[in-house]
Antibody, heavy 121, light 111 residues
């Protein structure tokens, strides 16, 4: 059974950094692209970043490009999101998500429960 | 960047049919996915690749996609269907960028 468990959310001051983790189990983690998606309080879903199955390619939403870095450690079955220069508008629940197929672009069939990041002074 | 437009809200009586739309430029050429999200919960995939259902999703949920509009249809609506629904596509560019795009979401209210 697939499980995705995010952690690392916290209250941080603007301009500070934070690293989120997503522990994956129940599937061959190293075979899948992985994604981060966020949701600001009371708002809709926003895709944040993706990383290829081997970590060689990464893509980011324009709103986080240059500030966030997605990475993975397949020996630990863990996905990361390193966030720097955090802004109040980054306040959101962050989800990691797994695509349904190993190759190509596909829908997100499993999501974690989310971890809350609050950026406030 | 590619934009998906969803009506903010749709209301329907129990037992009736709800049609939730997702507009985008030539969206019919893309694969559209739909998610259901209830308060305090993570999104759940209900339709993928325009019209396919994941296992465990009732047949009452169906999808279609043509030209500039994709539609999620929920037949025989139940109180438990009340939720926010989001459409999603992926977009790419000639310089090898990739983005995933969500619509703004539609709140389905069951009267």
């Amino acid at each position: 059974q697939v499980h995705l468990v995010e952690s690392g959310g916290d209250v941080v001051q603007p301009g500070r950094s934070l690293r989120l983790s997503c522990a994956a189990s129940g599937f061959t983690f190293s075979n899948y692209v992985m994604h981060w998606v966020r949701q600001a309080p009371g708002k809709g879903l926003e895709w944040v970043a993706l990383i290829s199955f081997d970590g060689s390619e990464t893509y980011y939403a324009d709103s986080v490009k240059g500030r966030f870095t997605i990475s993975r450690d397949s020996s630990k079955n863990t996905l990361y999101l390193h966030m720097t220069s955090l802004r109040p508008e980054d306040t959101a629940v962050f989800y990691c998500a797994k695509p349904s197929r190993e190759r190509g672009q596909s829908a997100f069939d499993y999501w974690g429960q989310g971890t809350l990041v609050t950026v406030s002074s | 960047s590619y934009v998906l437009t969803q009506p903010p809200s749709v209301s329907v009586a129990p037992g009736q049919t709800a049609r939730l739309t997702c507009g985008g430029n030539n969206i019919g050429s893309k694969s559209v996915h739909w998610y259901q999200q209830k308060p305090g919960q993570a999104p759940v995939l209900v339709v993928y690749d325009d019209s396919d259902r994941p296992s465990g999703i009732p047949e009452r949920f169906s999808g279609s996609n043509s030209e500039n509009t994709a539609t999620l249809t929920i037949s025989r609506v139940e109180a438990g269907d009340e939720a926010d629904y989001y459409c999603q596509v992926w977009d790419s560019g000639s310089d090898h960028w990739v983005h995933w795009v969500f619509g703004g979401g539609t709140k389905l209210t069951v009267l």
